[in-house]
């Protein structure tokens, strides 16, 4: 597909201590030196990523704006700070942030004005874009709630727009290949904000249980490409410990993986509910053996075995793993600057295993807070120009930064997991089938069958779906094929 152009240029480490370090702009205590930002090429990164800061754009120089303002809307202030802030605090992101914005705005005589609209966010810009109202130039929303209102015609193919160049760095190929149907890419995800790297999912383990058990932590497993679902499984299977003595299975116990949440996780395993054909014409492919034995292996270690358990409420996944009762947690890379932060958990990362060893590599899923562009825009050029040089300068400045932090935070003193976060960084993936199935698709299939009501008959799940799923297929087909023109 010729949209579908190749990111050539993704440098894994710098990738993954954006994630890591999304969070800390909210905590505040993260203090950096004056200087940071003159010297972060120096003291950083290696030669290779110092020199790729300085990657071209290719906007012309000579574009004056007359200080018309760029206005991107958001549901919250998490969210905006992710793109836009007001000053500078002496925080190295946030300034990284601030910085990053000023550029913007001397270069092309513009200014960048977030509108922070509360949880009414979308219903307010679909007001305004049915009226006819050129309200705001970008908005910044939920996923699901925004894959669904790009149904509604709300929003341009931004293909359509100048100044946008998938070649360059801050367009990674995993969004712009996933989001893109024949030539059409309604949504954005790169570098305008952080969110997908904040959101991208990884397997945290408990150190001290693995050695208490005299385990061995899967590092080398990563690193010769047989860290597999059956590993995982043999690892945490006999992981149990009846801690409060009462004889019963429990929240108050130990476990080898407590689950909660599958977000993401489905993709993980390479199975893709929603496939693209040659022609650009989407299709459902999930029922298969694949799948089967995947929710097979994951029920059996969660629902079967002494050492896997599903635990929702209060007493939930990480919950237990901060207070060293489950050996394995899966979440966001962002937990580490929060949840985990805040505990005395001595932890590992490593990648979502592979389904088996035929797998060709890692698959580190993840979700997003995509960006899309209102079809009562007044000037193409402007909004293309904006969304180029917000994500250019994303890229350039404000990942550096997030890479500063993360090498003076605590995690950088495992130098194993910042070798397991290279291979992350490396193979994230943002699954259309999630973004776009709604809120009961074949994407959420594992997640639903990993329910503890749940009794995990795949075949009854999926001729109980399938016209559902279909029919929305059929939908998203109709509307890209209409883009497609």
Known sequence: MDKKIKFRNILAAALVAAILASSVISCGDEKAPADTLAALGETTASD????????????????????KSFRMVFQLDQ?????????????????????ANR????????????LVLGDQYLKSVKQSIKAGDN????????????????????????????????????????SVDSLTVGDVMVLISNFITYENLHATRIFYINKQLVNDRGLTMPYDKVRSGVWTLDELISM??????????????????????????????????????????????????????????????????????????????????????????????YDRLGVCTTVLRESDVEYGMVPIPKYDEHQEDYISGSTDRP???????????????????????GWRLVRPAFFEIALKNKYSYDTDSAEMLDIVGRTIVLDFSYIYSDYGGFAWTLMKLTEPSSKGDFASYYAKNEAKAQARVDKLNEFFAGLNG
């Not at 905006?80 to 910085?99: F, L, P, S, W």
């Not at 970008?138 to 160049?165: K, M, Q, R, Y």
């Open 371 to 393: 960006v899309a562009v209102p079809v009562t825009i007044d000037d193409p050029e402007f909004v293309g120009c904006m969304i180029e040089a917000i994500s250019a300068e």
């Open 236 to 329: 945490t299977k006999d992981v149990y410990s009846d801690v409060n003595g009462n004889g019963k299975r429990d929240s108050n116990d130990l476990y080898g993986w407590v689950h909660t949440d599958g977000y993401a996780l489905l993709e993980s395993f390479d199975i893709t509910p929603i496939k693209e054909d040659a022609d650009g014409t989407l299709y459902i492919d999930i029922n298969n053996e694949r799948t089967i034995n995947l929710i097979d292996k994951i029920r059996g270690l969660l629902f079967e075995s002494d050492g896997g358990i599903v635990l929702w409420g209060s007493r939930c996944a990480d919950k237990l793993f901060t207070e060293n009762l489950s050996m394995f947690y």
């Open 79 to 99: 969210f905006k700070i992710q793109c836009m802030v007001e000053e500078e605090t002496g925080e190295v992101v946030n300034d990284a942030v601030y910085e």
């Open 135 to 174: 309200s705001c130039e970008a908005i910044s929303g939920h996923d699901i709630e925004l894959g669904n209102a790009t149904l509604e015609g709300l929003f341009l193919n931004v293909n359509t727009l100048p100044h946008l160049d998938y070649e360059k760095p801050w367009w990674p190929s995993y």
């Open 48 to 67: 290779t990523e110092a020199e790729s800061t300085g990657v071209s754009d290719g906007l012309p120089n000579d574009l004056d704006f007359g200080g």
């Open 103 to 114: 550029r913007v705005e001397e270069r092309f005589n513009v200014k960048l004005e977030a």
